[in-house]
Structures are given as structure tokens and as C-alpha cells.
């Protein structure tokens, strides 16, 4: 589905099948990134679509986003992010900032993780 992902890669099926049931959408039509690092802001969009496609709970929780940084949150992302922040599955990174174009590190992506996968 995307010109640069490598079919034959450990990861390759996973990104079809995200991609056929409208969970990956990539960073453009054609393109996956799958060197790229992910940003906050991804990962809560992968992870809002995935509940929305198991049939979850996930509703805009737009109230719960009362971070100084909230304007910088791509409009992709923004019902995502206010789910993840508002069900406690991210946090803010200070008591004012989302920060939802950081780069996620492997303990924020692993912490987000096990609470998403101990709420559901």
C-alpha cells in the first residue's frame, strides 16, 4: 500500500493490515515513513483509530485538553490526542504541555501501551 515499505520486512504484513482497516493512513498517499521516529501525536491517532475499529469506547474528550501547547496539535490528531490525554492513556509532559510532536520515546510508546491495553 505504501511505495516504501518493504512487503518482504518483519513488519510489512502489519502495515498492510493496518493500512486495509484504516488504521495506519501513512504521511502522505504514498508513503509510510517506516524509518521515521513517531511522534506523540501518532501514536494516540494509531491508537484512536484501533479503538475505533474494535469497537471501543473512544469519543473526543476535547475538554480534557487544557494544555498551553493544544494549538500545535495537527488537526489529524486532535479528536486522538483529546481521547489519549482525557482516558489517561498519555500524559501531559509537564503541568501546561502535551508536546504532540515530540518524538515518543520507547518508555512514553511502552507506558501508553500498557495502559491501553489494561483499560480495554
Known amino acids: ?8 520486512a518483519y513488519y510489512g504484513n502489519a502495515v498492510i493490515w493496518g493500512k ?6 501513512g504521511v ?3 508513503n509510510f515513513a517506516p524509518d521515521r521516529i513517531i511522534t506523540r501525536e501518532q501514536v494516540a491517532a494509531i491508537l484512536f483509530r484501533y479503538a475505533i475499529y ?9 475538554e480534557n485538553l487544557g494544555f498551553k501547547d493544544a ?3 495537527s ?8 481521547w ?3 482516558t489517561g492513556l498519555m500524559n501531559g ?24 491495553i489494561k483499560a480495554n
Do not use: C, H
Request: charged share 25%.
Open 1 to 8: 500500500p505504501f511505495a516504501d515499505v518493504d512487503l518482504g
Open 20 to 25: 486495509q482497516n484504516g488504521i495506519i493512513l
Open 28 to 30: 502522505d498517499e504514498n
Open 54 to 62: 474494535k469497537g471501543m469506547d473512544a469519543v473526543d474528550l476535547s
Open 71 to 73: 494549538d500545535e496539535i
Open 75 to 82: 488537526e489529524y490528531a486532535i479528536s486522538a490526542m483529546n
Open 84 to 86: 489519549a490525554v482525557g
Open 93 to 116: 509532559k509537564s503541568a501546561t504541555t502535551v508536546n504532540p510532536k515530540d518524538n515518543a520515546t520507547r518508555a512514553e510508546a511502552a507506558a501508553i501501551l500498557e495502559r491501553f
